[in-house]
């Protein structure tokens, strides 16, 4: 068997120096082995000038994170300053409060979301759903709201990008959620973290810049593979999910070095998918 995913880094850890470094961290990540890149907005640059970069750096942009009202209206905007990009992927969350599972208008939401769908596959897009810490611990009659979004849509209009670390933070199983939506999971974040203890957090948000401390058990987001996520145990799972992209994840490195994380955690990430597979 081989293997055919590959891999990607987010923007998210270098969000604050995107604006003006864009080309530079992407010369840097295709140094370390990335294949490609996931964007966190486009960071006031336009499609040419991201797209000159991908050149230079040989990375593809796998997908982008669209916030829902911004999908929903600009939805063709959206889409064409991202397939300009050769994405193939745009990822929707941040769903409003008030259209939230529970509400009265949750069905105007999935309407929504399958309408914004359609139009990305009219654009040779696949629409995902990324979750949070939250969509976990958000419950109506005891069901996650991961669970209600994603089985009140289409499978085929609505794919699912699985960030594994949130799925735990928000107090998940991420091996259930592979199992159940195997079939949903073009893109897979594999976040890790280190706490103490068991802790729930809704995103990274709460924490600012920092660590958690004791409230939170001293959590600390870490590079792939170096946290307390058993990557070794979920992988078989992962790779049954027939992902195009692994994404290699976590939200800050604080002191550490950015790209020493991230190569640190691409590393293991291939190392691991690598003993599921026969080289050739």
């Not at 596959?121 to 976990?136: A, I």
Request: charged residues 20%.
């Amino acid at each position: 068997m081989k293997n055919m995913c590959k891999f990607a880094s987010p923007t998210f850890l270098f969000r604050d120096i995107c604006h003006s470094q864009l080309g530079h961290i992407m010369q840097r990540l295709a140094g370390i082995g990335f294949d490609g890149l996931e964007l966190y907005g486009m960071f006031g640059l336009d499609s040419n000038a991201i797209l000159g970069f991908c050149k230079e750096s040989k990375l593809e942009i796998t997908c982008d994170h669209i916030h829902y009202e911004e999908f929903s209206q600009d939805t063709v905007n959206v889409i064409t300053r991202r397939t300009a990009l050769g994405a193939n992927y745009l990822t929707i969350d941040n769903i409003p409060s008030h259209l939230l599972p529970g509400t009265r208008s949750f069905p105007k939401a999935i309407a929504e979301i399958e309408r914004i769908s359609r139009v990305c596959k009219g654009h040779g897009v696949q629409l995902l759903y990324h979750n949070h810490g939250y969509d976990l611990m958000t419950k109506v009659n005891d069901v996650p709201m991961l669970d209600i979004i994603l089985d009140s849509t289409d499978p085929e209009l609505l794919k699912f990008q699985p960030d594994l670390g949130w799925i735990a933070l928000g107090g998940g199983d991420p091996s259930r959620y592979l199992d159940k939506y195997a079939s949903r999971c073009p893109i897979i974040h594999l976040k890790d973290y280190f706490a103490a203890a068991p802790v729930l957090l809704e995103s990274p948000f709460p924490l600012g810049n920092n660590r958690g401390g004791q409230k939170y058990n001293f959590f600390e987001f870490r590079p792939s593979g170096y946290g307390i996520m058993n990557y070794p145990a979920l992988m078989p799972k992962i790779l049954a999910c027939n992902p195009q992209w692994i994404t290699t994840d976590h939200d800050l490195s604080y002191e550490r070095d950015t790209y020493e994380d991230m190569k640190m955690g691409l590393d293991y990430t291939k190392y691991l998918v690598s003993l599921h597979f026969v080289r050739e």
